[in-house]
């Protein structure tokens, strides 16, 4: 099992930068994609970006490319969200994700098996 934790979410003004991180439990947290996807209130869950097990691959939606960056610490079981130039569409709750089974990058949230538990991003204009 893998026990996912973000944290780093809360309020900014439009404009401004929040980062927000990823603990997970497990000794092979080193082998999985890690992805972020961001669901918004009556939207559906949203693909934001993910970044492969070695960190140097990363793969972004078109709506966040040039302003997010996805990072990670193997050494600290730990994944990173930078956002930058945020703007209030990109309110919403954010939840990290673990694929155990593949190398490849995913952008279907059906590929990942462990959830964190989310973390509201509110950004105010």
């Known amino acids: 099992q893998v026990q996912l934790v973000e944290s780093g979410g809360g309020l900014v003004q439009a404009g401004g930068s929040l980062r927000l991180s990823c603990a997970a439990s497990?000794?092979?947290?080193?082998?999985?994609?890690m992805g972020w996807f961001r669901q918004a209130p009556g939207k559906e869950r949203e693909f934001v970006g993910a970044i492969n097990w070695s960190g140097g691959r990363t793969y972004y939606a078109d709506s966040v490319k040039g302003r997010f960056i996805i990072s990670r610490d193997n050494a600290k079981n730990t994944a990173y969200l930078q956002m930058n130039s945020l703007n209030p569409e990109d309110t919403a709750v954010y939840y990290c994700?673990?694929?155990?089974?593949?190398?490849?990058?995913?952008?279907?949230?059906?590929?990942?098996?462990?959830w964190g538990q989310g973390t509201q991003v509110t950004v105010s204009s």
């Open positions: 497990g000794r092979t947290f080193s082998s999985y994609v």
């Open positions: 994700a673990a694929d155990s089974s593949s190398v490849k990058i995913s952008a279907y949230y059906n590929a990942y098996d462990y």
